[in-house]
């Protein structure tokens, strides 16, 4: 059973920083694709960034560029997205997901597994 399990959310203040972790299971992680989207209340859920399997390579949303990171360690099957200079916009349930042989795509739909998300409040 694949599981995809985020922590490292919480509350900041603007222009604070925080690491979102996303632990896998079950799955050959290293042949995954893998993804942070984001959904605050009321809205659909929003690409964020996605590293592909293969060579690691980064994509991110215009609105996160220069300030979030996204990486991943194969070894220990984990994901990270560091979050710098955040702002009260950038409040919303970040969720991880996975997409087999996944090259960085930003659609929802490409993705097959999902974590249960973990919360992000940036107070202003």
């Known amino acids: 059973q694949v599981q995809l399990v985020e922590s490292g959310g919480g509350l900041v203040q603007a222009g604070g920083s925080l690491r979102l972790s996303c632990a896998a299971s079950?799955?050959?992680?290293?042949?995954?694709?893998m993804a942070w989207f984001r959904q605050a209340p009321g809205n659909e859920r929003q690409f964020v960034s996605a590293?592909?399997?293969?060579?690691?390579?980064?994509v991110y949303a215009d609105f996160v560029k220069g300030r979030f990171t996204i990486s991943r360690d194969n070894a220990n099957n984990t994901v990270q997205l560091q979050m710098n200079k955040l702002q009260p916009e950038d409040t919303a349930v970040y969720y991880c997901?996975?997409?087999?042989w996944g090259v960085g795509n930003m659609g929802t739909g490409n993705y097959e597994h999902w974590g249960q998300g973990t919360q992000v409040t940036v107070s202003s």
């Open positions: 997901a996975a997409d087999m």
């Open positions: 079950g799955l050959r992680f290293s042949l995954y694709g």
């Open positions: 590293i592909s399997w293969a060579r690691g390579n980064t």
